[in-house]
T-cell receptor, first 113, second 110 residues
Framework: DTAVSQTPKYLVTQMGNDKSIKCEQN?????MYWYKQDSKKFLKIMFS???????INETVPNRFSPKSPDKAHLNLHINSLELGDSAVYFC????????????FGPGTRLTVT | DQQVKQNSPSLSVQEGRISILNCDYT??????FLWYKKYPAEGPTFLIS?????DKNEDGRFTVFLNKSAKHLSLHIVPSQPGDSAVYFC?????????FGTGTSLTVIP
């Protein structure tokens, strides 16, 4: 009964491909997030989303797009993958308005070759 | 624009002693500060938080201190246990923005 789960755990793909990472939370939270942890271990928020509002970090390329089929899921789609997209991507969730108590998934290690 | 900084990438402490992890920030508008703990191949786990209106918060062996004038916070773990060995991330929040430091790897030596 994992609280926040992500699939796949590892993803290896070639430049130019389009891929998706799935995230599900069973905590009943209203808000979900995507983070990127780069090679320098720097965790940076990419998106926060609830059923009312999508907030995008302005530094995120528009090749990245979150898709939420329902409150419990926030998938990350990446188009035209580039070498620099290689990183670990973490999904997280929290109660609306309680951004400071986020629960994280185990991460997806994406490698673009 | 690294608004939250952890300048010590690693720290080793003997079991039973105190571990002190430090964090500095630049934005005086942060509302909350948090510490997360991360084991390999897992996501960060929320550990303890402190509101910007307080200067100390304690939870069992973990205490976070906030010095707003110095824009500095620290996490004290006492006594340290081998199971505390992990990477500790400092984080700060203002509005919808959330910033993490780069982490400090703590090793508690039995």
């Amino acid at each position: 009964d994992t609280a926040v789960s992500q699939t796949p755990k590892y993803l290896v793909t070639q430049m130019g491909n389009d891929k998706s990472i799935k995230c599900e939370q069973n905590l009943g939270h209203d808000t979900m997030y995507w983070y990127k942890q780069d090679s320098k271990k720097f965790l940076k928020i990419m998106f926060s989303y609830n059923n009312k509002e999508l907030i995008i970090n302005e530094t995120v390329p528009n090749r990245f797009s979150p898709k939420s089929p329902d409150k419990a899921h926030l998938n990350l789609h990446i188009n035209s993958l580039e070498l620099g997209d290689s990183a670990v991507y973490f999904c997280a969730s929290s109660q609306a308005g309680v951004i400071y108590e986020q629960y994280f998934g185990p991460g997806t290690r994406l490698t673009v070759t | 624009d690294q608004q939250v900084k952890q300048n010590s990438p690693s720290l080793s402490v003997q079991e039973g002693r105190i571990s002190i992890l430090n964090c500095d920030y630049t934005n005086s508008m942060f509302d909350y500060f948090l510490w997360y703990k991360k084991y390999p191949a897992e996501g960060p786990t929320f550990l303890i938080s402190i509101s910007s209106i307080k200067d100390k918060n304690e939870d069992g062996r973990f205490t976070v201190f906030l010095n707003k004038s110095a824009k500095h916070l620290s996490l004290h773990i006492v006594p340290s246990q081998p199971g505390d060995s992990a990477v500790y991330f400092c984080a700060a929040q203002t509005g919808n923005q959330f910033y993490f430091g780069t982490g400090t790897s703590l090793t508690v030596i039995p």
